[in-house]
């Protein structure tokens, strides 16, 4: 809890900066690709939070991966450096994104199918999004074999579960009572 709470305030006094430099898109577009990048090495996440590594390996190792960052990012580096917190990185990141999808009035819709999102079914859903919330709205498929057919639709704090196996499961709570 408390190591999301400091990611939260890293985050918030970076895009403050990057907002007063006018590079908020580049910056979100560095986080973007600190965190796939984090999420896709087990390595690199090993490395981040090791405390044998010493901050200036992390450093330099971090400078030269993210060799082409902007400014403001190798200063979060830096920033990290002097408070030895590089096991925040990845919560900064997606912290940070978060953020930007809100400064910028993008909310993420999750959609949980049993089978990858067509191109045909994602503008159909898009669609039906757009009738009662006024932003823009990104897609994320998750795909969930368990729910069998149908889909769960999440955004923010609602859910919509037109699954089989809510149905299902529905159905059997009628039964036994």
Request: a positive charge.
């Amino acid at each position: 809890m408390a190591g999301t709470r400091a990611a939260i305030r890293y985050a918030k006094a970076i895009l403050d900066i990057a907002q007063v430099n006018n590079s908020t898109q580049a910056v979100n577009s560095d986080m973007t690709a600190i965190a796939n990048a984090i999420k896709e090495s087990a390595e690199l996440k090993d490395f981040l939070q090791s405390p044998v590594v010493k901050g200036e390996i992390k450093f330099s190792s971090l400078n030269e991966i993210f060799a082409s960052a902007q400014k403001e990012t190798k200063g979060l580096f830096q920033l990290l450096l002097v408070n030895k917190r590089f096991e925040l990185l990845n919560d900064v990141a997606l912290q940070f994104n978060a953020l930007y999808d809100e400064l910028n009035g993008i909310e993420i819709a999750k959609v949980t199918t049993a089978f990858p999102i067509t191109p045909e079914l994602e503008a159909k859903v898009l669609a039906k999004i757009a009738s009662f919330s006024n932003k823009n709205i990104t897609i994320q498929n998750i795909v969930d074999p368990a729910i069998i057919g149908g889909f769960i639709l999440r955004m923010g704090d609602k859910q919509y579960n037109a699954s089989v196996s809510s149905r299902l499961q529905n159905l059997k709570r009628e039964f036994s009572n």
